[in-house]
């Protein structure tokens, strides 16, 4: 069984087209995150839900809204789409973030969003 | 600003023998550190979790090292195969600024060759 799954693996569309990639756990975690991955192989954390509850949120456009419909789902929607959304986006999940928690981070198997 | 760092250049390393990768920070109090292991085409993942207070860790053929003096931390594979080959990640969670929050360095790719 796929522990963090994304859908879609690939993602090709149009400058200025909204577009929405879904996210799902199921290892009973508490805390999802979405992190995107530029041509330089950076990872950065866009956003983190605990719980249905924003808890991080990066200076990101605000073309793109996270929304988490329970715990065990995190999708992002970005709007209007530009050429440099183009990247790999990862999904990932671990036990309830907090303070002084130190836990490991499950990722997905990514989206490739290219925009043209 | 806040600065991740590791080695850019892939390492190449023959089988057998020990590769030992570098991750450097500035401006960084980390509470702890961790190691991924990501895959062409694949999403990270997780291999060690050091904690600021713990100078080594060991798990199988991996070792981790982190010196809050130094602001470094080395993973080491012992007797490399080439199965592991790939790109290596560490990531800090910065003391202050924790639920889960992780700064990703760039990775080192690393190539074991028969």
């Known amino acids: 069984d796929t522990a963090v799954s994304q859908t879609p693996k690939y993602l090709v569309t149009q400058m200025g087209n909204d577009k929405s990639i879904k996210c799902e756990q199921n290892l009973g975690h508490d805390t999802m995150y979405w992190y995107k991955q530029d041509s330089k192989k950076f990872l950065k954390i866009m956003f983190s839900?605990?719980?249905?509850?924003?808890?991080i949120n990066e200076t990101v456009p605000n073309r793109f809204s996270p929304k988490s419909p329970d715990k065990a789902h995190l999708n992002l929607h970005i709007n209007s789409l530009e050429l440099g959304d183009s990247a790999v986006y990862f999904c990932?999940?671990?036990?309830?973030?907090?303070?002084?928690?130190?836990?490991?981070?499950?990722f997905g198997p990514g989206t490739r969003l290219t925009v043209l | 600003s806040q600065k991740i760092e590791q080695n850019s250049e892939a390492l190449n390393i023959q089988e057998g023998k020990t590769a030992t990768l570098t991750c450097n920070y500035t401006n960084y109090s980390p509470a702890y550190l961790q190691w991924y292991r990501q895959d062409p085409g694949r999403g990270p993942v997780f291999l060690l979790l050091?904690?600021?207070?713990?100078k080594e860790k060991r798990k199988e053929r991996l070792k981790v090292t982190f010196d809050t003096t130094l602001k470094q931390s080395l993973f080491h594979i012992t007797a490399s195969q080439p199965a592991d080959s790939a790109t290596y990640l560490c990531?800090?969670?910065?003391?202050?600024?924790?639920?889960?929050?992780?700064?990703f360095g760039a990775g080192t790719q690393v190539v074991v060759t028969p």
């Open positions: 839900y605990n719980n249905k509850e924003l808890i």
């Open positions: 990932a999940s671990s036990r309830a973030a907090g303070l002084a928690v130190y836990n490991e981070q499950f």
């Open positions: 050091i904690r600021e207070n713990e």
């Open positions: 990531a800090l969670a910065a003391s202050t600024d924790s639920w889960g929050k992780l700064q």
